[in-house]
T-cell receptor, first 110, second 113 residues
């Protein structure tokens, strides 16, 4: 099956710093999404980004589908950005199911 | 986006017992899914809940252990049967929304003692 690799696995930053999280896919995927899992376990939708670039406030994402990777940028980090960030993609064939990466655990210190 | 609720939000169960988790959506959706997140791990798809037919299970998951019902387009249940401590996980339902973006419920945190 498809493999999803996220890097880095862990990232510790000071408040105000910028970061880039990466997601690589072993094969083409549809419906690529980025999620933030907060400390209570809730998965928050960040971006639905099969291709191209999107921005939402301090967050932006870019997917280069032809090269099978996606990037999530977080600028001017805040402590509330802490948590685990997951990317996930649908391998296709009409199943519409998501295969998740192992996540990047982000810790923002005050 | 759909509003998804799950019951219970958390539970502590004895080994050998079963727990049924409910997932309710505020609008009709075509596809509903059940995922498991073991402690410190990523999410893994258990099955796709199909309305009016048997669920489609992923490799490593079987109906006898995780029976699923989908009686209509807004509701589904997942039962974790004959539980062992290894079943301690967060169980999340998700729905396929317009344009194929998926949204997740708040999860059910299960501890098996």
């Amino acid at each position: 099956g498809i493999q999803v690799e996220q890097s880095p696995p862990d990232l510790i930053l000071q408040e105000g710093a910028n970061s880039t999280l990466r997601c690589n896919f072993s094969d083409s995927v549809n419906n690529l999404q980025w999620f933030h899992q907060n400390p209570w376990g809730q998965l928050i939708n960040l971006f639905y980004i099969p291709s191209g670039t999107k921005q939402n406030g301090r967050l932006s994402a870019t997917t280069v589908a032809t090269e099978r990777y996606s990037l999530l940028y977080i600028s001017s980090s805040q402590t509330t950005d802490s948590g685990v960030y997951f990317c996930a993609g649908d391998p296709g064939q009409g199943a519409q199911k998501l295969v998740f990466g192992q996540g990047t655990r982000l810790t923002i210190n005050p | 986006s759909a509003v998804i609720s799950q019951k219970p939000s958390r539970d502590i169960c004895q080994r050998g017992t079963s727990l049924t988790i409910q997932c309710q959506v505020d609008s009709q959706v075509t596809m509903m899914f059940w995922y498991r997140q073991q402690p410190g791990q990523s999410l893994t798809l258990i099955a796709t809940a199909n309305q009016g037919s048997e669920a489609t299970y992923e490799s490593g998951f079987v109906i006898d252990k995780f029976p699923i019902s989908r009686p209509n387009l807004t509701f589904s249940t997942l039962t974790v049967s004959n539980m062992s401590p290894e079943d301690s996980s967060i169980y999340l339902c998700s729905v396929g929304a317009q344009g194929y973006e998926q949204y997740f419920g708040p999860g059910t945190r299960l501890t098996v003692t």
